[in-house]
């Protein structure tokens, strides 16, 4: 035989020793091996069956804050309808109430001055009696004589007696 080739028993040998290896390692690690191997194969598919019972959870609470999202929206808009709507029922109500008020002071206004008027007419026209009497007692001194006057009360006396 030649130094770069191997005899068939040399072959031989060293796939006995294989054989044997296994056979050992299938003797004596087989048992352990597979049930490693179960288990952990086992706890993987847990983890994958949890995982994806997990992501399902996700999913849905996804889908559940969306709808809520989505209502929330809606819920702003309708919020926000209603606070404009209270605000222009209480705007006119406050111009009802302005324009109410504004009128009961013109007409409060209007009374006063209509009262003032009066007062002021009436407080004239005294004035112009006085000034009228003041200008007839004036003419009367002026025009009528001390005779005249005895004259005049003569007169009214004679009235008053024919009157009895």
Do not use: C
Not at 34 to 40: A, D, E, I, M, T
Not at 131 to 154: C, Q
Request: aromatic share 8%; proline share 1%; hydrophobic share 40%.
């Amino acid at each position: 035989m030649t130094a770069g080739s191997e005899s068939w028993l040399s072959w031989a040998f060293k796939i006995f020793n294989f054989a044997v290896l296994v056979a050992v390692l299938v003797k004596f690690a087989g048992k352990p091996l597979k049930n490693y191997l179960l288990s952990r194969s086992t706890r993987v598919s847990e983890k994958l069956d949890e995982a994806d019972r997990l992501f399902k959870e996700a999913e849905a609470l996804k889908q559940e804050y969306q709808s809520r999202l989505s209502k929330l929206d809606n819920e702003i808009e309708a919020f926000k309808k209603s606070i404009l709507e209270d605000t222009e029922r209480e705007k006119k109500k406050i111009i009802d109430e302005a324009t109410g008020f504004a009128k009961k002071i013109k007409e409060q206004a209007n009374i006063t001055y209509q009262q003032e008027i009066r007062a002021m007419t009436n407080k004239i026209k005294e004035e112009i009696a006085k000034l009228t009497m003041d200008r007839a007692e004036k003419l009367i001194i002026e025009k009528y004589n001390p005779k005249d006057h005895e004259l005049m009360v003569d007169e009214f006396i004679e009235k008053l007696r024919s009157l009895n």
